[in-house]
């Protein structure tokens, strides 16, 4: 077929689809260690964009495995209540990782209030190479106490809550201090991974993920932030909720 | 907490973790129908943000109900193999949709060639409000001999075979013909779904949702097609296929 040679990233998917494995076995163990080993906790209610933007570009990283942790090995549910995923490895089994990142959902608020998830956050960050979050994962970051006097972001609405765990909040897409870089809503998580992507590797290499998966963003409206979004916009957004997939 | 009054449509979501479930009751069955029916089949070596894009956008349309199919209900490795995600219901127990969308990936090849799923696929089509497609998800609808002479998009990569299914291959990121909406690479699907959120109800409705999850993207680089990509970067994308998760 002409699509298989045309695709070179797809080249070896070409044959006939695998028997159904068992679930429980799919993904990475908690205990392997790749060249590039990225880390990414999973919890009920995460918002499931959060986590395959950065994870759909740091995955083609050179060398790179990426690990999806919970605190139980299991199935867990996402923000939007359709996509049923299973979490292959504890992140108690994880003692070292060079990427940490953190996403945002619906159960951000427990996950702030967890202090054993909380104390290894604060543990595995003393030695990663950068630790990142998506979204409302910053309150996570925050709530472990490792924005402190920084400036940081995250979804705008949680500006509020971000500056209570004493961090500068800053409407801005990615914001890095250090090896800690924070993102703003949901989406922005892809914006981040890019960044990210060039600084654990190298700008042409980065660029060439962004081309492979083709982001070249053209949103047909431009209310995506606060400072963009009319007050119908705001209005609406506020309405939405009511009824949203969080709600049901 | 601040954060859980500052974030409206996660309102709902303050209360503790829920107890572990079971994963094969999670997710939408297959025979529900909802106020907008969406449909997207899943299958082995599927690429994680095409799905996940649009349905981070569409299952905040008021009334949606997103649900995830395959050939058979049981678990589905993603493209780049580390997300374990179980398929909760099988395609032949859909009998009609508002919204099909295709999405692609590593075994788009066999898809292409399954003709009881074109069948299906085809049969679905007729009475869909929208049909439509990211990536090389487009390929299935031209096998499916929904494309002929229509203009369409899929990824770069894929350009070519889309032509050898009588469409006009055209380089942009979404592409209406009527009801058949096709849209390029990968992360395009974020772009479409905001289209295609806009027609299901109203710009307002599109951009509030545009809102929520952020979407005012901020690429780091400006090498998100071909056209704009460097030739060092179109080199670098050939090299980085050779240890793609696709290939591991």
Known sequence: MAAATALPLAAAATAAPAPQPDIRTLGSSGKEEAAMDIVIPLYDAYEPLDVVGPYE???????????????????????????????PA???????????????GGSVEAMVADAD????????HRRTRFTTSVCTGSLVLGAAGLLKGLTATTHWGGAEALA??????????????GKVI????????????????????????????????EYDPQPPFDSGSLAKASDAVQKRVFELGKESPHNR
């Open 90 to 104: 504890t992140y108690s089994e994880v003692e070292h990782c060079d990427v940490l990142l953190i996403p945002g």
């Open 57 to 87: 570009v740091l995955a083609y990283l050179p060398g790179a495995s990426v690990r999806f942790v919970g605190a139980e090995k299991g199935p867990v549910k996402d923000a939007l209540g359709s996509l049923p995923t299973y979490v």
């Open 117 to 124: 998830f909380l104390a290894w956050v604060r543990r595995i």
């Open 164 to 177: 209570s765990y004493g961090a500068v909040y800053t409407p801005q897409r990615t914001v890095r201090q």
């Open 182 to 213: 924070t993102s703003a809503g949901v989406s922005s998580g892809i914006d981040m991974a890019l960044t990210l992507a060039a600084l654990l590797t190298d700008e042409v290499t980065a660029q060439a993920i962004q081309l492979w998966v």
